[in-house]
């Protein structure tokens, strides 16, 4: 989004084994907690999403500097945190009617109420974005949750969750819609046929 130019490095499942056993790469590169992803920078491995990002966000001044501001886009982020650990349980749950219902509760109750509370901060913020008035980090989590849960392949999760909150709808529409997300999720996606199952990213266009 920034134009920065950055290594997108992904490993092999080999690599994944000796980063599991070892803690780094055959390079050196340390993974801190032995996940990932890291983001490896000035020779320094920082792993964590939130904290990616925010240093992402800061480089590419896509991060506020006013500490209030900050702590706005840090309340979003922490939510879509909060989200992924909801439905994580389900994730792994191995007996199918149990793994329904506990969908069927996530998407009558949980899901809907987070949503509501990420539409009615646009809805404050009245800018068509999370916090002031330009697209910040915040924007990028809430649009890569909503596109994974619109893509439909989380079982008895309905695809058209996200549909019925119109700002959202809005805002994941409209970031799709810019070159630079389109040509990211190009670049992504050439690595990513061969992904299956709940994990996969081939998030849609619009929702």
């Known amino acids: 989004m920034s134009d920065i130019e950055f290594e997108d490095f992904r490993i092999t499942n080999e690599d994944l084994s000796d980063l599991k056993q070892h803690g780094e790469l055959s390079d050196g590169s340390v993974i801190p907690f032995r996940q990932l992803p890291v983001l490896v920078i000035e020779g320094e491995s920082i792993a964590q ?3 990616i990002a925010r240093i992402c966000g800061k480089l590419g001044d896509m991060y506020p500097k006013d500490i209030i501001e900050a702590g706005k886009v840090d309340q979003v982020i922490d939510t879509v945190t ?18 329904r219902q506990m969908r069927d509760d996530l998407s009558s109750d949980a899901l809907p109420k987070y949503f509501g509370y990420l539409e009615k901060i646009l809805e404050v913020n009245d800018s068509g974005w999370f916090v002031g008035d330009e697209m910040t980090v915040a924007d990028i989590a809430v649009w890569s949750m909503l596109g994974w849960i619109a893509q439909g392949v989380l079982d008895d999760i309905p695809s058209t969750l996200p549909k019925t909150f119109e700002r959202l709808t809005r805002l ?9 997300v389109q040509e990211w ?8 046929e061969s992904s299956t199952g709940e994990y996969n990213y081939h998030v849609p266009d619009s929702i």
């Open 49 to 51: 999403t939130g904290a």
């Open 82 to 99: 909060d989200i992924n650990v909801l439905i994580n349980p389900s994730m792994h749950e191995s007996d199918p009617s149990i793994k």
């Open 172 to 180: 994941y529409n409209e970031m799709s819609r810019m070159p630079k």
């Open 185 to 192: 999720k190009r670049l992504t996606y050439a690595y990513d």
